[in-house]
């Protein structure tokens, strides 16, 4: 049952002072949506997979983005969302 349900990531990112554009740019290319933010972090990105394996893929695609300072992830819990 578990193999069925899409698993959900949230991935807060932090960049270097004024690297936002080039950094964004980098993110668009990996994660399924993201999203400028006002406060502590840079950015939010989403991130989507039918298993542990593509989330973790994607995360280590995120950190390999030049000027990225720092990441933050929030992992969903997949069983919660079943209908």
């Given at each position: 049952?578990?193999?069925?349900?899409?698993?959900?990531?949230?991935?807060l990112v932090?960049?270097?002072?004024?690297?936002?554009?080039?950094?964004?740019?980098?993110?668009?290319?990996?994660?399924?949506?993201?999203?400028?933010?006002?406060?502590?972090?840079?950015?939010?990105?989403?991130?989507?997979?039918?298993?542990?394996?593509?989330?973790?893929?994607?995360?280590?695609?995120?950190?390999?983005?030049?000027?990225?300072?720092?990441?933050?992830?929030?992992?969903?819990?997949?069983?919660?969302?079943?209908?």
């Open positions: 049952m578990l193999s069925k349900l899409l698993f959900t990531a949230f991935v932090n960049c270097a002072n004024n690297w936002e554009q080039e950094v964004l740019s980098g993110l668009k290319h990996v994660v399924e949506e993201v999203q400028g933010t006002y406060g502590i972090f840079d950015f939010v990105c989403k991130i989507q997979g039918q298993d542990m394996t593509v989330i973790e893929k994607t995360l280590s695609d995120i950190k390999k983005i030049q000027h990225i300072s720092h990441t933050t992830t929030i992992h969903t819990i997949p069983e919660q969302n079943k209908d």
